[in-house]
C-alpha cells in the first residue's frame, strides 16, 4: 500500500484547508484509514480516523469538531477538511492505514499504523 498526502499549506487563523491522502496497491487491505499529525519538538498525535468500509469516524477529542475526514471509494482518497484553523494546528500532517484494527475499533496509537505517507506541511500564522 502506497500513500500520498497533499494539500498542506500557509494560511492565517480561522481559514480552511483540505487535505488529501490518495492511495494506491492493496486496498482490499486496509481497515482504518488515519490522519496523524506532528508538531516542532512534539509527538505525533492521533488526528480522525474512518473505517474504509461503512465510513465510520472517530476524532481526537481536542479538536473541538473543527475537522472532518471523509473518504472517496471510487477515487481511493481520504480528505481531512480543516476549518477554524489555529496556529496550533500547525504541524506537518501525514495519512495512514490501519490494516489490522476490527471494524468496531479505532486505534489511535501510531504503532497500530502498518502504511504511512509522506507527510504534509502546514503552518497556521496568527
Known amino acids: 500500500v502506497q500513500l500520498q498526502a497533499s494539500g498542506g499549506g500557509l494560511v492565517q487563523a480561522g481559514e480552511s484547508l483540505r487535505l488529501s491522502c490518495l492511495i494506491s496497491g492493496r486496498t482490499y487491505s486496509m481497515r482504518t484509514m488515519g490522519w496523524f499529525r506532528q508538531a516542532p519538538g512534539k509527538e505525533r498525535e492521533f488526528v480522525a480516523g474512518i473505517k474504509w468500509n461503512g465510513g465510520r469516524t472517530s476524532y481526537a477529542d481536542s479538536l473541538e469538531g473543527r475537522f472532518t475526514i471523509s473518504r472517496d471509494n471510487a477515487k481511493n482518497t481520504v480528505y481531512l477538511q480543516m476549518n477554524s484553523l489555529k496556529p496550533e494546528d500547525t504541524a506537518v500532517y501525514s495519512c495512514?492505514?490501519?490494516?489490522?484494527?476490527?471494524?468496531?475499533?479505532?486505534?489511535?496509537?501510531?504503532?497500530?499504523?502498518?502504511?504511512w505517507g509522506q507527510g504534509t506541511k502546514v503552518t497556521v500564522s496568527s
Open positions: 495512514a492505514v490501519d490494516t489490522r484494527a476490527i471494524q468496531s475499533v479505532f486505534r489511535s496509537e501510531p504503532g497500530y499504523y502498518d502504511y
